[in-house]
């Protein structure tokens, strides 16, 4: 069957359309997306604000016309971070339930740790034994960690690079004293949430997922998007500390010239990089094993599997 998933994050809203048939590997078929960056159409009481909302109903209705022309037999429609902690969120998924007719699931930080999880056994496999997996969003960091397909520890905390961006690290570039601070009450948070990874015990491969730890490990080597969804790529903790340093001194733009860096996440990139770096030093990770599959092939093969 021809199965659409439309995506609301923090950063980007996204369509997949894909082949998706029980037993089988999910095949691409198209993608439509737009960076609309809803954690920044957010007001300082947290509510999401009118042009956002807007926009939102807007690009889900372009995403159904090209679900239509695509031949999807079934959209998969969901929302993350942004709009699952906005005071009004209610109120935009009734203002899309009613200008779309699409009904879009909200789904929990825990569920998105658990899909996510999921979609990396699946691309790794059983031999890779017991996986820990990172996954650094708009708006959370969501950890899951375990043996089998679903988790036996699944975490999200509000460190996402949207978010700690927009709330902790202002200027371009910040000041040292800034990315100081921010360093230290990223470090704080993560260590004070971890305790249920760590009594998991040692995994055997540790995984990152999402466009933040791709770009990260493209910049530090990794092979470029050209070489197809089957090459390794590796982000290594030690080459992470220096790009922390080097992405501290560079504005947006300068970093937006940097390899697989898209102008619209450059801003948000050193907050990525701080997050992945605690994590990293946290849970005593030398290196992570980038995974092209993420949330929305976890919900993909959720659906299938539902099917048996």
Known sequence: ??????????????????????????????????????????????????????????????????????GVEEVLAFVTSAVREAPNGEDVLARVRTERGVDLQVLSGEDEARLTFLAAR?????????????????????????????????????????????????GDPPDADVIREARRAIRVRLAGD????????????????????????????????????YAARHLERAALADLVRTLAGKTAAQRAGLPGVSAGRARQLLAGALVAEAAMDLLDLERLDICPWALREGIILNRLDSMR
């Open 122 to 170: 699946r691309w790794f496999g059983w031999s890779s034994g017991t996986l820990l997996v990172v996954d650094i969003g708009g708006g959370s960091l969501e950890l899951a960690a375990g043996m089998d397909e679903d988790p036996d520890v699944a975490v999200s905390l509000p460190l996402g690079a949207g978010r700690l961006t927009r709330d902790l690290l202002p």
């Open 194 to 229: 971890i305790r249920p990874l760590t009594k998991a015990g040692v995994p055997d491969r540790a995984v990152g997922t999402s466009k933040t730890l791709r770009s990260l490990a493209r910049i530090t080597g990794a092979a470029p998007s050209s070489d197809g969804p």
């Open 1 to 70: 069957m021809r199965l659409g998933v439309v995506d609301v994050g923090s950063n980007t809203v996204h369509l997949l359309v894909v082949d998706a048939h029980r037993g089988a590997q999910p095949l691409p078929a198209t993608s439509h997306k737009i960076e609309l960056r809803l954690s920044e159409h957010v007001t300082d009481d947290g509510h999401i604000d009118e042009s956002g909302e807007r926009a939102l109903s807007g690009f889900i209705g372009e995403c159904l016309t090209v679900a239509e022309d695509q």
